[in-house]
Nanobody, 127 residues
Framework: QVQLVESGGGLVQAGGSLRLSCDAS????????MAWFRQAPGKERDFVAA????????YYADSMKGRFTISRDNAKNTVYLQMNSLKPEDTGVYYC????????????????????WGQGTQVTVSS
């Protein structure tokens, strides 16, 4: 059974940084594509970033490029999201997602591409 647990969310001022973590209970973690999505109040869940199985390829939503960095440590079964220069519009619940298989991350930028989801961690950016 796959379980994903996010952590690292919180309240931060605009311009600040946060680092999110997602711990995955997956026996063959290196065979799973991983991603982050976020959902603002009253809005749909949007793609943030994805990373390939070995971490060699990444893909970002346009508004996150240059500010967010996704990475993974396969030895620790953990994926990270480093968020810098945060803006109030980055506020939302951030979800970790996983799916078996190793296509290019750009091929998995929609929610329907991922089978497993965490419970989410709240990020609030104040102006």
């Amino acid at each position: 059974q796959v379980q994903l647990v996010e952590s690292g969310g919180g309240l931060v001022q605009a311009g600040g940084s946060l680092r999110l973590s997602c711990d995955a209970s997956i026996r063959t973690f290196s065979l799973y594509s991983m991603a982050w999505f976020r959902q603002a109040p009253g809005k749909e869940r949007d793609f943030v970033a994805a990373i390939s199985c070995r971490g060699s390829s990444t893909y970002y939503a346009d508004s996150m490029k240059g500010r967010f960095t996704i990475s993974r440590d396969n030895a620790k079964n953990t994926v990270y999201l480093q968020m810098n220069s945060l803006k109030p519009e980055d506020t939302g619940v951030y979800y970790c997602a996983a799916d078996y298989g190793c296509p290019e991350p750009s091929m998995r930028s929609t929610t329907r591409k991922y089978e497993y989801w965490g419970q989410g961690t709240q990020v609030t950016v104040s102006s």
